[in-house]
């Protein structure tokens, strides 16, 4: 079975901090997919990035960025100059298969980081 | 823009009650999905729909049903709830067809559910 590690239980930063949450995952697939989703006070999840295991290359969004290296299985979330904003729940996904077809997914989610920025 | 809607947002149950949660979306997905997130646990799988007329276990199926009453419902039943099933419910869509499981899973909200 699939496994996603997010050793990080709580985070906490002063605003402007830059912040780095930790994902390593397990996965005998060869094509597999990750993501990161936010979970805010106010309880959403809220889909972040995905990435393909074929693409290794780093993604940058604003003041966030994911560094995927596939030889430490893992797929780190980085926040720029945190913001209050940004406190919130971080979970880390690994997309697998289900079912006998083949054709059908979930997510494996990670337990989360308590992400925790303060003014 | 609804998404995913989830109905009702909070609950309260006795011990032996039964009630259903629904879920609603609006983006033409043909998979959807039941989650329970647990405190520090993350997020389990516990029922899952491919298309219309199919359901699946997930995880942790034990103590719930399902039904997908069509292409945009997809309800959880709790027959006779327990205080095990304390927790927050999630329901989740995403496109079919997929090959490699690329595509996002779109949330709703969750339900908090309370069984006393």
């Known amino acids: 079975a699939q496994k996603v590690t997010q050793a990080q239980t709580e985070i906490s930063v002063v605003e402007k901090e830059d912040v780095t949450l930790d994902c390593v995952y397990e996965?005998?697939?060869?094509?597999?997919?990750l993501f990161w989703y936010k979970q805010p006070p106010s309880g959403e999840l809220v889909f972040l990035i995905r990435?393909?295991?074929?693409?290794?290359q780093n993604e940058i969004s604003g003041r966030y960025s994911w560094n995927f290296q596939k030889s430490t299985s893992s797929f780190n979330f980085t926040i720029t100059a945190s913001q209050v904003v940004d406190s919130a729940v971080y979970f880390c996904?690994?997309?697998?298969?289900?079912?006998?077809?083949?054709?059908?997914?979930?997510?494996?989610f990670g337990k989360g980081t308590l992400l925790t920025v303060n003014p | 823009n609804a998404g995913v809607t989830q109905t009702p947002k909070f609950q309260v149950l006795k011990t032996g009650q039964s009630m259903t949660l629904q879920c609603a979306q609006d983006?033409?997905?043909?998979?959807m999905y039941w989650y329970r997130q647990d405190p520090g646990m993350g997020l389990r799988l516990i029922y899952y729909?491919?298309?219309?007329?199919?359901?699946d276990k997930g995880e942790v199926p034990n103590g719930y049903n399902v039904s997908r009453l069509n292409k945009r419902e997809f309800s959880l039943r709790l027959e006779s709830a327990a205080p095990s099933q304390t927790s927050v419910y999630f329901c989740?869509?995403?496109?079919?067809?997929?090959?490699?499981?690329?595509?996002?899973?779109?949330f709703g909200d969750g339900t908090r559910l309370s069984i006393l």
């Open positions: 989740a869509s995403t496109e079919s067809e997929v090959r490699w499981g690329d595509q996002p899973q779109h």
């Open positions: 996965t005998r697939d060869t094509t597999y997919y």
């Open positions: 990435r393909n295991s074929f693409d290794e």
């Open positions: 996904a690994l997309s697998e298969a289900v079912g006998s077809g083949g054709s059908n997914y979930k997510l494996t």
């Open positions: 983006m033409n997905h043909n998979s």
């Open positions: 729909s491919a298309s219309e007329g199919t359901t």
